[in-house]
């Protein structure tokens, strides 16, 4: 496992592909094993990994292509090829706002380009005639069909650069929820906490405290020291 001061000391824009999520093993399993105590619903005191054979921490789960437990286990990645889980989660989330501010700097330019088309070439106070030939002042649907006709390319990706911004957005906008609830994507999709209509989230401690979490992940010894 990357060291814990390395990962708080990286900056680099790759370190979710990279670092470490918290991959547990025998030797570095006590560092975790107490970091959060157990729901008895989705994590069970003494269950044990079948497939490497570590006790299994709260909130921890085994993923089959890392081929790891991972403390604080998120999800796996195929995006960035990599577990997000207590180290990386903060890098990913990073990751995610840069991922969807350009997507939308990318949509504003584009837009703002098409715009200033319009605006110097006067087509909103043209006229044009229709199949019938009657002529009719430049509306909405005819600036789109010509600005498509004209730049296709352009207007395709903005159509396409448009929808990429709304589910790249929705998607940081439900991370940061978790991240502010303190819950992880395999706790908020486990079905095992809709089936106990009495489930609670016992790991939320307020919306700064779970943010500092996210900042400074949780193990063993740093619960110790509060
Ligand atoms: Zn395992
Ligand atoms: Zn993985």
Redesign the pocket.
């Known amino acids: 496992m990357v060291p814990y001061r390395t990962l708080m000391g990286s900056s680099d824009s790759t370190l979710p592909c990279f670092l470490s999520s918290g991959a ?1 093993t025998k030797s570095n399993q006590a560092l975790f094993l107490h970091a959060y105590p157990y729901d008895g619903l989705m994590f069970e005191t003494g269950a044990e ?4 054979k ?1 006790k ?1 921490p709260a909130r921890s789960k ?1 993923c089959g292509v890392c ?3 991972v403390h604080r286990f998120d999800h796996h990645c195929i995006w960035v090829n990599n577990c997000v889980g207590a180290f990386n989660i903060k890098y990913f989330l990073a990751y995610l706002f840069t991922l969807t501010s350009m997507a939308f700097s990318i949509a504003g330019l584009t837009a703002a380009f098409l715009i200033q088309v319009v605006l110097l070439s006067n087509l909103m106070q043209g006229h044009y005639t229709d199949v019938h030939g009657e002529e009719h002042p430049v509306d909405a649907s005819f600036l789109i069909q010509h600005l498509f006709l004209t730049f296709p390319r352009i207007v395709f990706m903005l159509g396409f650069v448009v929808l990429l911004s709304i589910i790249l957005a929705s998607y940081f906008c439900f991370i940061l929820y978790l991240v502010m609830t303190n819950q992880m994507s395999n706790e908020w999709f486990k079905p095992s906490r809709f089936k106990h209509r009495s489930y609670r989230n016992i790991y939320s401690r307020g919306v700064w405290s779970n943010m500092v979490e996210i900042a400074r992940p949780l193990t063993s010894h740093i619960k110790k020291r509060r």
């Open positions: 547990i990994c079948v497939t490497c570590v299994k085994h081929n790891d437990c």
